[in-house]
């Protein structure tokens, strides 16, 4: 049925809010700023309002990466170099590398089965590719679809035909995406003609599968 299996990679097997929350920490206290639910929220509420932004081309990928500072220490008064705090944050994402629960045994598991393997992420490729290495999870992929090299975001569909012409698969009914991003995973697949699977809590997702923990992938494949 399926030949080929695109996995996403923050959230779905790199833990990138855990990594996250210790770098936002340190930038938000670089210009005396604390760390609490409050601000937390601030700050996701303006980065997510910017990828959204960039997934349906509103805006370029340095627009959230330096902005999404700005816009945040601009809400306290505070002007800051959005690159320079991009810097600080990418450092520390990029040593950033903890695992999802079950990452490692799902991947093993697909690679048995003779699978192949690719992610499917949006991000810069040098911090993706370091962040895998660093986590031991390199090893089990094919290829890497990142959208920093592609030059096209998921859930551009452009994005999801570079990976089906370089998989050169049959058909795309024969590749099968599995995320955590409802628009950028889900529907991004979905419109390219590849089957779907949601990691995650919300109910009711338009996906083929659904599953809330890793292990429950092995039912599907």
Request: charged share 25%; proline share 0%.
């Amino acid at each position: 049925m399926y030949k080929y299996i695109l996995f996403d990679l923050d959230n779905t097997l790199l833990d990138f809010n855990a990594g996250e929350l210790n770098v936002l920490k340190t930038i938000f206290h670089s210009e005396g700023i604390e760390m609490n639910d409050e601000n937390l929220s601030l700050y996701r509420e303006i980065n997510g309002d910017l990828w959204r932004k960039l997934e349906s081309e509103e805006v370029v990928i340095n627009d959230v990466l330096f902005g999404r500072f700005e816009r945040f220490f601009n809400h306290f008064g505070i002007s800051v170099n959005g690159e320079q705090k991009e810097q600080m944050f990418r450092k520390g994402i990029n040593d950033a590398h903890d695992l999802i629960k079950d990452a490692k045994d799902i991947l093993n598991y697909v690679k048995n089965k003779g699978y192949t393997i690719a992610t499917a992420s949006n991000g810069l490729y040098e911090t993706q590719m370091k962040r895998m290495a660093d986590s031991d999870i390199l090893k089990y992929f094919d290829y890497h679809f990142i959208s920093g090299q592609i030059g096209y975001n998921k859930p551009h569909a452009a994005f999801y035909q570079h990976c089906l012409n370089k998989l050169e698969a049959g058909n795309a009914s024969e590749v099968l995406m599995i995320g955590d991003n409802i628009v950028s995973d889900i529907q991004g697949a979905h419109n390219a003609g590849i089957a779907t699977c949601y990691f995650g809590e919300v109910d009711d997702v338009e996906a083929d599968y659904s599953i809330r923990a890793l292990e429950e992938f092995k039912n599907i494949v």
